[in-house]
């Protein structure tokens, strides 16, 4: 594979040192390891290599990979999710938390303005937040299959919908994208956009509609009638 391929990978990812499972996308997999979820969507991803889709150390055994391939290999803290940082455990005042009427207690994570933060421990008013990634400093382990590699502009550009979960029906022609969705969303439709112009041979300019309802259709087809004013009697004669 080459930077800019297009390609859709199975894999399960372990902590090595303890052989504990943070993500997979294989259903049976989840089943296995009793992580399986009946809300989740299981099934091969999409990753544009050298777009940062995936971890670098993944990324790197995924350039020397061929489609249907599969590898296990085991990926170091800087190829990984980094170094833990010790000055990116904080401590903080438990009315920070109050404030905002959440109850904090070891182990919560929370979604906050600096990032996600775990709570490691509340103490005396005070409460002890970890803002590293929950895989910093961690070797992991990784098993991969390649399962396809996709290649047209209207396969690339409807994987890259499906990846933000966004029902669409997409057209390609004369190098545009005209992708049409039930909903405005201006956040995803930013990044399609700059992610295509980037990274997808074929497609220059992107457009993205919101399709018209039954009853919008309906109203534009009622065009008010044009009235006539009644004439006085002397332009009449």
Request: with cysteine.
């Amino acid at each position: 594979m080459n930077k800019g391929d297009w390609v859709k990978i199975n894999y399960l990812g372990r902590i090595k040192a303890t052989g504990e499972v943070f993500d997979l996308t294989n259903e049976e997999d989840a089943k296995k390891n009793g992580l399986h979820d009946e809300k989740k969507k299981y099934g091969p991803v999409l990753v544009i290599l050298g777009a940062g889709f995936i971890m670098p150390g993944v990324e790197k055994h995924l350039m020397e990979m061929k489609t249907g391939e599969k590898k296990s290999f085991d990926v170091t803290p800087a190829e990984g999710a980094g170094a833990r940082k010790p000055e990116l455990i904080r401590v903080v005042s438990i009315s920070t938390f109050t404030k905002k009427q959440i109850n904090p207690f070891p182990g919560l994570v929370l979604q906050t303005d600096s990032g996600n933060c775990k709570v490691l421990a509340v103490s005396g008013g005070r409460v002890r937040v970890d803002y590293n990634h929950p895989l910093a400093g961690k070797e992991l382990a990784y098993d991969v299959e390649i399962t396809e590699q996709i290649k047209t502009p209207k396969e690339r550009v409807e994987e890259l919908l499906d990846y933000y979960r966004v029902p669409a029906q997409v057209s390609v022609a004369a190098k545009k994208a005209t992708i049409t969705v039930d909903e405005t969303h201006k956040f995803v439709e930013k990044l399609v956009t700059e992610t295509l112009k980037k990274w997808c041979d074929g497609v220059d300019t992107v457009e993205m509609k919101v399709k018209k309802k039954p009853e919008d259709k309906k109203a534009a087809e009622k065009k008010p009638e044009a009235k006539t004013e009644a004439k006085p009697e002397a332009e009449k004669q």
